[in-house]
């Protein structure tokens, strides 16, 4: 069978969540509509209130900065502080329009549909790159299976995903030692919104997952405020050190993610556009399937035709690169048929 790596961008949620240019718009019109939902309980009113003056905090620097990524980038130098608190925003703002507004892309649900084998099993020689903060493969997924993860005095009991994941929830932090025991199908590269480091049992927990997950605004305000400082957002940044804070928790994503592509054969990127931010990163990973055996490139977006990848990491001329305009369904390549 081919072996095939996906690399997702902030296009391939388009359907349901906002790119980088039209983020500030987003956070703003949150705002807007927290301070005018009338089912939020009087007892939330001082968190919510300040949380859209965040949200708005963070609309107007992503304007001013260009994008919120590039007022990331100026708070790691300059404001660690405003890092923490853009962190938090970006991740609460995200688990609030997907599990409260219910904003989902189909496209992750028909993807998986078509590729999940009649045993309910994705895929083993498929892989996944993603770049997005979202939890929309793990959405659309939860159609198949369920993950859930409870822990009770000490003990854990965790029900695995369709696509095992990094970071998955209970988070084992010493993974570095089990690197040749454990087969992922997806590392998320910028963290996970919605997801924390919980310093009270040392694991890697959510709000939104499982059978429960979130019945509204009021039981997740409730969640978040709950011990609330010792919960620290799962959100990194490429240009942060990986040994740095919470990034620490995360820091085997980057050998994980070398391991899953190093003998990828065909590449799909879908709604990728290889900003100069993650440079550094992306160019470890192409070192990585370069050094494999890479046949071809299909490189999904309506608009932009990057050739120029080629030259931007390396690629030999006896590897194709092919153009994916279509935008309604993620692209399949045909060698996974043959």
């Avoid at 949380?51 to 300059?78: M, N, P, Q």
């Amino acid at each position: 069978m081919a072996k095939v790596t996906y690399i997702i961008g902030a296009g391939a949620s388009a359907n349901a969540l906002p790119t980088n240019q039209n983020l500030p718009d987003s956070l703003e019109e949150l705002a807007n509509s927290l301070r005018a939902d009338s089912s939020i309980n009087t007892s939330f009113h001082a968190f919510r209130d300040s949380f859209c003056l965040d949200l708005e905090w963070l609309a107007k620097e992503g304007r001013e900065y260009i994008t919120v990524d590039t007022f990331a980038s100026y708070c790691h130098i300059k404001d660690r502080e405003s890092l923490q608190k853009l962190k938090f925003t970006l991740s609460l703002y995200f688990t609030i329009q997907q599990f409260v507004r219910k904003k989902t892309d189909n496209r992750y649900r028909n993807f998986l549909l078509k590729l999940v084998d009649s045993r309910q099993l994705f895929p083993e020689n498929i892989k996944i790159l993603n770049w997005n903060y979202d939890t929309q493969f793990q959405i659309a997924a939860s159609v198949i299976r369920q993950e859930d993860f409870t822990y009770v005095r000490t003990i854990s009991k965790h029900t695995p995903p369709l696509i095992e994941y990094y970071h998955t929830l209970g988070g084992d932090f010493n993974v570095s030692a089990r690197m040749d025991h454990i087969e992922l199908t997806m590392v998320h590269l910028n963290g996970i919104a919605g997801y924390y480091f919980y310093e009270q049992t040392q694991q890697l927990l959510n709000y939104n997952l499982g059978p429960e997950g979130i019945r509204d605004i009021n039981d997740l305000f409730e969640k978040v405020n709950m011990d609330g400082t010792r919960k620290h957002p799962i959100l990194s940044f490429a240009f942060e050190p990986l040994s740095s804070g919470v990034n620490h928790y995360t820091r085997n994503r980057i050998p994980y993610a070398k391991k899953i592509v190093s003998d990828t054969e065909y590449l799909v990127v879908i709604g990728y556009s290889f900003p100069i931010d993650n440079f550094d990163f992306d160019c470890e990973l192409f070192s990585a399937i370069n050094s494999g055996n890479l046949k071809g490139i299909y490189y999904q977006d309506p608009v932009l035709n990057v050739e120029s990848m080629r030259t931007q990491f390396k690629i030999d001329e006896s590897i194709f690169i092919k153009h994916i305009a279509k935008k309604d369904t993620f692209h399949i390549p045909i060698e996974l048929k043959l």
